[in-house]
């Protein structure tokens, strides 16, 4: 296959401007880096334990040692406050050691006995591992699948995000160091890059990002029954009711719509009000949305720039579809002149089913809201979706939560607060937001098969 293009353009979001010019990996460089890692995998598939908890430990203190410079990378090339970035690289770091902590209980064997027969159950590596991750979080996201991957002994060929190859090529430097030679091996590139990583010897493929790439990577794996790891999105509800602290919910509707400029996969998409606290939920909301600061990424802001120009001009087709259909833009809504991809905080209420911004994925710093009857209804319009990641419910009521929650059609559900929970559980999402997970022991468990042996007492 002969590429397209030969560089990725690496752009500031901020201003624009290039800051770096990456080279794609070639065919031949794709097919070196998965020949490098089936070799690697022999050697690192035996390294003890104990040995590879070691090396992810000292991957762990150079992160650290180089934290100010990675969050400079990230904020520079993704356009995410340096503050969040920081926020970010603390995150990955909680999540090596959760990922330690898992492995020295998922690794021992167990033990099955009858009055004839013993299994011995142990867990084992699945060989060589591709890792294709997104940019929204250009660290954490990768850091939670090469991490598992590595320390369950398995090889990595690491894609980067095309809108974040400095960031991955740092990643890949600091495990290098650490690592025997072709256990973690980098390829840059965009879709045809992918494309071949695919077709190639590999064994898994572990993969955040678009619902779209994943229904494709799902085709491609299928033709040798490859293992997948798919986290691919959502379109997350929110829940507001009558007895809810309004004031807290209103808060954090802005704050889960617009975090990391609404590019997460988690971000508050669609925000279902009864319809008697309405107008009283929009005040408090305009009050929130009006406080952002939005600029330089290094000065003390809450939303900097949209990543990439694609994303803006996807952003404000939805706003703009949405109000040609009638809705109404209580606040923002407008591009940001001048240099870089900024997008103003957004507020937009009459939104319906009819509109994209309630049924397609935004990724932007939209707060979406609909009036609804009551909590069936929220429920019944919140399940109307082909996503199923997260959600949130808003009542002073948790018997009322819980029942909510029972019937909402998604994998992770926060009460009063936003979905993520106690370190060690599961990423999870269902219907077209993913196939597996991860983040916790049963993730880690899809990096491994079990191998069963059995003799005689």
Known sequence: MMLKQKFIMDHNPSTGEVIEKIKISSPGEVASAVKLARKAFKTWDETALKNRISSLKKIERDIIRFADSIAKTISNEMGKTLKSALKEIQNALVSIDKNIEISEKLFKPEIFRDKKLISEVYKVPIGVVAVITPWNYPLDIPLSLIVPALISGNSVVFKPSEYSPMTGKLIFEIFNKHLPKGVINLVQGAEEVGEILLQSDIDMVAFVGSREV???????????????????????????????DLKKAAEFAVYASINNCGQLCTSVERVYVEDKIAGEFEKLVLVEIKKVKVGNVYDDVNLGPMANEQQRAKVLSQ????????????????????????????????????????????????????????????????????????????????????????????????????????????????????????????????FTHPKKITYKK
């Not at 994943?214 to 997350?236: A, P, T």
């Not at 932007?364 to 009551?374: H, I, L, N, S």
């Not at 607060?417 to 077209?432: L, N, Q």
């Open 319 to 446: 706003i703009d579809e949405a109000r040609r259909k009638g809705a109404r833009i209580l606040y923002g809504g407008n591009k940001i002149e001048g240099k870089g991809y900024f997008i103003e905080p957004t507020f937009i209420v009459d939104v319906s089913e009819k509109h994209d911004l309630m049924t397609d994925e935004t990724f932007g710093p939209v707060v979406a809201m609909q009036r609804v009857r009551d909590a069936e209804d929220a429920i019944e319009k919140s399940n109307k979706s082909r996503y199923g990641l997260g959600a949130t419910i808003w009542t002073k009521s948790q018997k009322k939560a819980l029942e909510i929650a029972s019937k909402l059609e998604t994998g992770m559900i926060g009460i009063n607060r936003g979905v993520g929970g106690v370190t060690g559980t599961p990423w999870v999402g269902i219907k077209e937001s993913g196939f597996g997970y991860h983040g916790s022991i049963d993730g880690m468990k899809q």
């Open 214 to 244: 994943g229904k494709i990577i799902m085709r491609e794996c299928s033709n040798k029954l490859n293992r997948i790891i798919l986290e691919l999105g959502g379109k997350d509800p929110m829940i507001v009711l009558r007895d809810a």
